[in-house]
């Protein structure tokens, strides 16, 4: 028994109270079903400036009356220390994921991005430590990589930021730091690396590239690359993102301030990307006949991304549940069920189905690569 099942079962043994931030948006709603359905009891916050209330209706429908009864929701704003103070009282850890993401809506909008992204996130440090919360836990960045080119990214290597989300999520840890350092107040910053999985938004200017390419190949879209495609990231599946949570939050020094890497140690290019994403659409007979389109390289990305996790694998006993392909199959489903130009698949045998995973994969792995990024295998 791994880390994270020990940990599951003490927590249905022994319930904590959790604050969700973010509990609308996509990664904080799957954290709330995950600590309902562990029989948890949790206050989700939220404004809905970037989560929306289907998701919130969507989890909750796949919950029984009794963990349903344990979710007490308040709609309030981190910008607002009174409504912070408010959502933290009695509450056990805090899982801090409330933010504005996209880097190219904090180039259209840098002030709004640190409203919400510093300020908020202050509010919420200071809140939670007048409330002697036993543990804190938030959402940083990959973004604090900045322009550091070597690979894998290792956490106490970075560069200078290429974005004003960038310089936030920077900000949240000099601020954590200081935090352990002034007030004993300790805390763990979570560098996601690019996650994906259901209930991210499809949708809108600044949608991630994974289920906007998935939304796209499903209506017969157009599916824009920006650049030549040799981009690559360390796409991770939002269930690794949850487990990484659970593990910092129970494990944490209440003390000290911590980093850690949430990824898988993969580097997949976005051309290998479209490839994945063709080929299990077509396992759901979902014919994607339409090439990528290519556009300029976006102003504040970052060209290469690949973490190193041994620190978190080492210090929390992290290990990944899915890759990038298994992700992206446990995805996809999620999208067909919820578009509306979606084509249901049919029920197959179970070894037609392990005959179309493998078809998928075998396509997929076709895909050419584009060799070594800094010594680094990345797939093209």
Not at 103 to 123: E, H, K, M, Q, Y
Not at 150 to 166: F, H
Not at 301 to 314: E, L, M, P, T
Request: hydrophobic share 45%; aromatic share 8%; glycine share 8%.
């Amino acid at each position: 028994m791994n880390n994270f099942n020990k940990l599951q079962a003490e927590l249905r043994d022994r319930p904590r109270t959790w604050l969700v931030t973010g509990c609308a948006g996509f990664i904080g709603s799957n954290l709330t079903e995950f600590l309902l359905k562990l029989d948890q009891r949790v206050v989700g916050l939220d404004n809905f400036s970037t989560g929306y209330r289907h998701n919130l209706d969507d989890l909750l429908s796949v919950l029984s009356p009794a963990q349903r009864h344990r979710f007490r929701f308040m709609e309030g704003d981190i910008r607002d220390l009174p409504a912070c103070r408010r959502a933290v009282e009695g509450v056990d850890v805090v899982l801090h994921q409330a933010a504005l993401g996209s880097v190219p809506r904090s180039i259209d909008d840098p002030v709004a991005t640190s409203d919400a992204n510093v300020a908020g996130f202050l509010n919420m440090l200071v809140a939670a430590r007048d409330a002697q919360v036993k543990s804190f836990v938030y959402a940083s960045s990959s973004a604090t990589y900045g322009d550091h080119a070597a690979l894998p990214k290792v956490e106490d290597r970075i560069g200078r930021p290429l974005s004003p989300y960038a310089v936030s999520k920077c900000v949240n840890e000099l601020y954590a730091e200081v935090f352990a350092r002034c007030y004993g107040f300790g805390s763990v910053g979570l560098r996601y690396f690019n996650v994906f999985g259901k209930r991210q938004d499809p949708n809108g200017a600044y949608a991630a590239v994974i289920p906007k390419w998935i939304g796209s190949m499903i209506a017969g879209g157009e599916v824009v690359i920006n650049g030549d495609g040799s981009t690559t990231r360390d796409f991770c599946h939002v269930s690794n993102a949850i487990q990484a949570n659970v593990l910092a939050a129970m494990l944490q020094d209440p003390c000290t301030s911590e980093i850690y890497n949430v990824a898988v140690d993969d580097a997949t290019s976005l051309n290998r990307l479209f490839a994945y994403l063709k080929a299990i659409l077509h396992a759901y007979g979902v014919a994607v006949r339409r090439g990528p389109v290519h556009a300029e390289f976006r102003r504040g990305d970052i060209r290469h991304s690949q973490a190193d996790i041994g620190k978190a694998v080492r210090a929390l006993g992290y290990t990944p549940e899915f890759r990038i392909f298994a992700g992206l199959e446990a995805t996809v489903p999620s999208y067909l069920k919820r578009h509306a130009q979606a084509f249901p698949a049919p029920a197959p045998a179970e070894a037609a189905i392990a005959a179309q995973g493998q078809e998928a994969m075998a396509a997929a792995q076709a895909a050419p690569d584009i060799g070594r990024v800094n010594g680094y295998r990345v797939a093209g």
